[in-house]
């Protein structure tokens, strides 16, 4: 079967400076008033008229209009900016919304002229709240289960039927109104039309829903012929399937889809400082930002492609359903810290009423806009094509690509089998020989070093090519980690044809430098390496130590879960150093750049086998069989595989970004909160990845020959290698406390 190009993608984005501007200017506009904390309108903000004409003066509603309609001619990108300082911020939106989100960029693509000269001023002035009239009873999630009718009439259309859920109807100027104006050749799809009525034409009534928090956002619509001129009509008859589509995109994958819980996470994180006990909430924290991270660059992704001409109904979903989902796990987590004690104030108080609005509203998150479970079905029918298009992502540089070809070549249809455990995987071992053998080893060392050169992208590519094909290089012990500590000393090492090492410990220098003594946690690859490399502290600084690995007196090496051979707690007594040199960088400074060049090593690498470990299920559910037909037909098994996916591409997207950041430079600076992000996404989505892809395999995933353990493996071994994803949550958690906006800086890339 063959497949289109992928039909999720997501681009990274680069902001440009005007775009950065715009950002900021709208942040202090933002931020200099103090928005209280309402019910009023469910993920957005509030219900305030006159603030949105507010904005609208500001030239922030209708951003996307043309400027002969009274828009600001401005970008989707602007305007997701715009949108997202405004949520995070708590403001009131709800007066302008929909009509600013969705029914303006309809009436820009379908017209007819007449309506948007009717409408787009309206909407640009802030000054206009259209109620979407889609869904109806009984129907559920299956929007084209319409049974409201439009007949057609001299001059226009007659409308007869009923719509549910409808948000904001009993304030709302215009409705945009899904109705059947054929019965399309039996299709439920076809036949349908959106047509736009103003309220309070006659036959149209509506009746409130109270909702469990009190509030009344939903309406129950009563459409008894309702008169509609023809101008009136979005588009051609029939096509108005395709255009609520492409509506539900934009309203999928808006960032009020993440963001509308904002305030309650930012009123958390600013009670932290009124607790007694030590730092509690870090890594909570630390794991919202993260994911709120990834999904803000998939937002700027989503409305880049829609400025282009795009039309992202796949990749708004997947936008959607991680979002969503990510709003209701931040309500469940907090309520926990309801009666903590805090000592009362103004941020308990906020904290409190923030909590206990998105407690009563959280259940509508996952349902409003289409609920998840029908979303990930949609995503479903896109993964076949997603999968058979990710080996570009994977390999994206000509240097992964070599290193892949490598490793793929080395044992023809035996090269993913595994070994038991305890045992090293020989193909490993073979993979490093002819790496070594090309000359890569010293890749990202200078050349005046021993090394071949190149930058550290140029490092976290081949760890791309060796993770895709299911194999382990020491990229990162070694050039990544060793080759950094051996550059700051300006000491040289003949990378093309030795292997060094890093491993840290306890360790002083005694014998005037001459001689190493005390405990190292752990060394990779001991039977492959020539020389350690230890950091060793003196006085607040930083020497860097060389020892011959023959020295060591290493037993033979064992291996851990993924076959990497690995030696651990090593004793050091009075071990000879080969060459100590003192290094232009303090020791701490030295160690906290190591840990953030390993975290995101390890991250990419992780990317990359989750990446091979969905295409490798998606491939295995469309080929088994089970009762008649593919087991990626069945619902539960979409559902699973959907949620790989989004992890995955998840992942992907904040990797990018964290790569993207470094640039070419010779000795990068590392940004903490992509680089945290990135490790604890890549180490949350490796245990739920690999739990669901052995779920969708059943037996055959767990022996030997089949390729997917070792994928699984190694998410398992690179997960607990470095630290976990917890331990860098509790970072990014902690950096988030240390000022009052400082999780949005993070988040926002604006420290």
Same mark, same amino acid.
Not at 124 to 137: H, K, M, N, T, W
Not at 398 to 407: I, K
């Given at each position: ?524 690859? *001991?039977? &492959? @390496?020539? +020389?350690?490399?230890? %950091? #060793?502290?003196?006085?607040?600084? /930083?020497?860097?130590?060389? $020892? !011959? ?6 037993? *033979?090496? &064992? @291996?851990? +879960?993924?076959?990497? %051979? #690995?030696?651990?707690?090593?004793? /050091?007594?009075?071990?000879? $150093? !080969? ?9 701490? @400074? ?17 990317? !990359? ?143």
């Amino acid at each position: 079967m063959s497949h289109p190009g992928s039909a999720l993608d997501f681009a990274p984005v680069t902001l440009t400076e005007e775009e950065r501007g715009l950002m900021l200017e709208v942040r202090r506009f933002a931020r200099a008033k103090s928005f209280e904390p309402s019910a009023e309108s469910p993920t957005r903000g509030g219900f305030d008229r006159a603030f949105s004409e507010d904005l609208a003066r500001h030239g922030w509603v209708g951003m996307t209009i043309p400027k002969r309609y009274g828009g600001s001619a401005r970008s989707g990108v602007e305007r997701c900016l715009v949108v997202s300082e405004l949520l995070a911020a708590g403001a009131p939106l709800g007066a302008h919304w929909t009509a600013d989100r969705q029914t303006a960029p309809s009436l820009l693509r379908n017209g007819p002229e007449s309506l948007r000269a009717e409408l787009l001023p309206r909407i640009a002035a802030g000054r206009c709240l259209i109620a979407g009239g889609f869904s109806e009873p009984d129907a559920g999630s299956d929007l084209a289960s319409v049974r409201t009718r439009a007949r057609k009439v001299p001059g226009g259309w007659l409308i007869t039927g009923r719509k549910i859920w409808t948000t904001d109807a009993d304030r709302a100027d215009y409705f945009e109104i899904l109705c059947r104006t054929s019965d399309g050749g039996g299709r439920k799809h076809e036949g349908l039309s959106l047509l736009i009525v103003p309220a309070g034409a006659p036959g149209l009534s509506v009746e409130p829903i109270e909702g469990m928090d009190g509030e009344r956002h939903f309406n129950e619509v009563v459409i008894d012929d309702v008169f509609a001129p023809d101008d009136w009509l979005v588009g051609e008859e029939g096509t108005g399937w395709p255009q609520l589509t492409a509506e539900l995109a934009l309203e999928r994958a808006g960032p009020e889809r993440y963001l509308s819980t904002f305030p309650l996470l930012e009123s958390f994180v600013q009670t932290r400082s009124e607790v007694d006990a030590a730092g509690p909430g870090a890594e909570l924290i630390g794991r919202i930002i993260s994911q709120q991270i990834g999904l803000r660059l998939m937002s700027l992704s989503i409305a880049r492609m829609v400025d282009r001409g795009g039309s992202p109904v796949a990749e708004a979903a997947m936008a959607k359903d991680l979002g969503t989902e990510l709003e209701q796990l931040l309500v469940d987590e907090l309520w926990r810290y309801r009666y903590e004690e805090i000592r009362p104030g103004s941020a308990a108080e906020r904290f409190h009423e923030f909590l206990d609005i998105n407690r009563l509203r959280s259940p509508v998150f996952t349902t409003a806009g289409g609920t998840n479970e029908v979303l990930r079905v949609l995503i479903g029918r896109q993964l076949p094509g997603w999968a058979s298009t990710r080996k570009g992502w994977a390999l994206r540089s000509p240097l992964a690509a070599t290193v892949f070809d490598q490793a793929t070549s080395l044992d023809g249809d035996r090269s993913l089998q595994s070994v038991p455990r305890g045992r090293a995987d020989p193909l490993s071992a073979r993979l490093l020989d002819s790496y070594q053998a090309s000359g890569f080893l010293g890749v990202s060392v200078p050349e005046q070093l021993g090394g071949s050169g190149g930058s550290l992208n140029d490092a976290l590519d081949v760890l791309r090519g060796a993770a895709y094909a299911g194999l382990s290089l020491p990229v990162i012990e070694g050039p990544i980690l060793a080759g950094w500590l051996l550059r700051q000393a300006r000491l040289a090492f003949p990378w093309s044809d030795h292997l060094a090492v890093t491993a840290a410990g306890d360790t002083q220098l005694e014998g005037a430098g001459r001689v190493l003594t005390g405990t190292l946690e752990s060394l990779a690859w *001991p039977e &492959a @390496a020539t +020389t350690l490399v230890v %950091p #060793v502290r003196q006085d607040g600084q /930083l020497l860097v130590a060389t $020892v !011959a690995v023959d020295a060591l007196g290493l037993p *033979p090496g &064992a @291996a851990n +879960t993924a076959g990497e %051979p #690995v030696a651990c707690r090593i004793r /050091l007594d009075r071990v000879p $150093v !080969a060459e100590l040199g003192p290094a232009s960088i303090g020791y701490e @400074a030295a160690v906290e750049t190591l840990s953030r060049r390993r975290a995101l090593a390890t991250a990419v690498g992780m990317a !990359a086998a989750l990446q091979r470990t969905v295409e490798l299920t998606i491939v295995y559910a469309g080929q088994r069989v089970q009762f008649g037909q593919p087991i990626a037909r069945f619902q539960a098994v979409q559902t699973h595989l959907a949620r790989l996916a989004a992890d995955a591409q998840r992942v992907a997207v904040v990797v990018d970004a964290a790569q993207a950041a470094l640039g070419e430079h010779d000795d990068p600076q590392l940004d903490l909160a992509l680089v945290c992000a990135a490790r604890t996404l890549a180490g949350e989505a490796a245990i739920l990845g690999a739990r669901l892809a052995h779920q969708v395999h059943g037996a055959i995933g767990v022996t030997m020959e089949y390729p997917l353990q070792r994928f699984t493996r190694r998410l398992w071994e690179w997960e607990a290698s470095d630290g976990t994803a917890v331990r860098w949550a509790e970072r990014l958690g902690a950096d988030a406390m240390t000022g009052p906006m400082r999780a949005w800086q993070l988040i926002t890339g604006t420290c």
